[in-house]
């Protein structure tokens, strides 16, 4: 599950950084058009796309930390999950172990006898 979320956050990171350069070279673009033609209307254009690549830029970041956030909490509180989930199942064991003693050497001893077994085939 975090493979894809990684997976999921590299392909939102790389298609960012792509409209990042697309809206780059738009406002490169016009002003090289504003500098050709040397029209006030064609500067005011390049300002006003120049004015929006920056919204356009701080957005896509700040997008893309939201996104980056989400995602480590969402990793974090799985951890934290687990890591609960395989302590009450360590308590569970060790209490069966002391409620139970010699069922628990029993077991224990019926399991290293197989393993020893399917070892010993090979």
């Known amino acids: 599950m975090a493979l894809r979320r990684s ?27 504003a500098k050709s033609e040397g029209g006030d209307a064609v500067r005011a254009v390049g300002d006003r796309a120049r004015d929006f690549l920056a919204q356009a830029t701080s957005f896509v970041d700040g997008f893309g930390r939201d996104v980056r956030d989400m995602a480590s909490e969402s990793a974090h509180a799985a951890a934290s999950h687990v890591r609960t989930a395989a302590r009450e199942g360590t308590e569970r064991l060790e209490d069966t172990i002391r409620d139970r003693p010699l069922t628990s050497v029993a077991v224990a001893l019926g399991i290293g006898c197989l393993v020893a077994l399917l070892i010993h085939r090979r």
């Open 7 to 33: 997976a999921a956050t590299d392909d939102f990171t790389t298609e960012v950084a792509a409209l990042k350069k697309q809206l780059a070279q738009l406002a490169a673009s016009i002003e090289a058009s």
